[in-house]
């Protein structure tokens, strides 16, 4: 069976430093992999994705997320924290093989970061 | 474009009533889902389409009833409201293909009491 595991309920990080979110996933295929955001009293936004291909994906706003098939891994990465990343951020994974109703999100993860 | 659209933003029923969710997207997208976010259990599938005529069951369809009529609009009966059923629905579509991303509507909250 598909699932989507976020570690962290709450990821703190001071402003500048860098961030990590992670997220870690079991399909029993190849995977369609995705990060969205979510701002406070608003819909998902896309990030970024990993389809195939190069294992480093680079997305929206400065993100960027590795996968790591081996680790059945795929976190997120800013070099920089920003203040206005603070949002709820959400794993996504598809097996490939499966049909549409098979995307699977993770529970969340809620990102803060200090000023 | 105005991307994915969802009315009401907000809506407060009594158990037993019913109502619509209206969801539209102007970006031609065959695919549209429904989802429904409750705390620390992050999105679950009510139903999805893939086309205007063609919809299915996602995890959580008991309780909701779905119809495409057109490409654009996706809108979500409630039968019989119950409290279970307070939530924040997102509508989303994407184009066909399961690497497109999807996009998302506002959001709409719903309480049932």
């Known amino acids: 069976a598909q699932s989507v595991a976020q570690p962290e309920d709450q990821v703190n990080v001071a402003e500048g430093n860098p961030l990590t979110v992670k997220c870690t996933y079991s399909?029993?295929?190849?995977?369609?992999l995705f990060w969205y955001v979510q701002y406070p009293n608003r819909g998902l936004q896309f990030l970024l994705k990993?389809?195939?291909?190069?294992?480093l994906v680079k997305g929206s706003y400065g993100f960027e997320a590795e996968f790591n098939k081996s680790q059945t891994s795929f976190h997120l990465k800013k070099p920089s924290a920003l203040v206005s990343d603070s949002a709820l951020y959400f794993c996504?994974?598809?097996?490939?093989?499966?049909?549409?109703?098979?995307?699977?999100f993770g529970p969340g993860t809620s990102l803060s970061v200090i000023p | 474009n105005a991307g994915v659209t969802q009315t009401p933003k907000f809506q407060v029923l009594k158990t037993g009533q019913s109502m619509t969710l209206q969801c539209a997207q102007d970006?031609?997208?065959?695919?549209m889902s429904w989802y429904r976010q409750d705390p620390g259990m992050g999105l679950r599938l009510i139903h999805y389409?893939?086309?205007?005529?063609?919809?299915d069951q996602g995890e959580v369809p008991n309780g909701y009833n779905v119809s495409r009529s057109t490409t654009e609009d996706f809108p979500l009966r409630l039968l019989s409201a119950a409290p279970s059923q307070t939530s924040v629905y997102f509508c989303?579509?994407?184009?066909?293909?399961?690497?497109?991303?999807?996009?998302f509507g506002p959001g709409t909250r719903l309480t049932v009491t």
């Open positions: 970006m031609n997208h065959e695919y």
């Open positions: 990993y389809i195939t291909g190069d294992n």
């Open positions: 989303a579509s994407s184009y066909m293909g399961g690497g497109n991303e999807q996009y």
């Open positions: 399909v029993s295929g190849n995977p369609y």
């Open positions: 996504a994974v598809r097996d490939i093989r499966t049909s549409y109703d098979k995307v699977i």
């Open positions: 389409s893939v086309g205007a005529g063609i919809t």
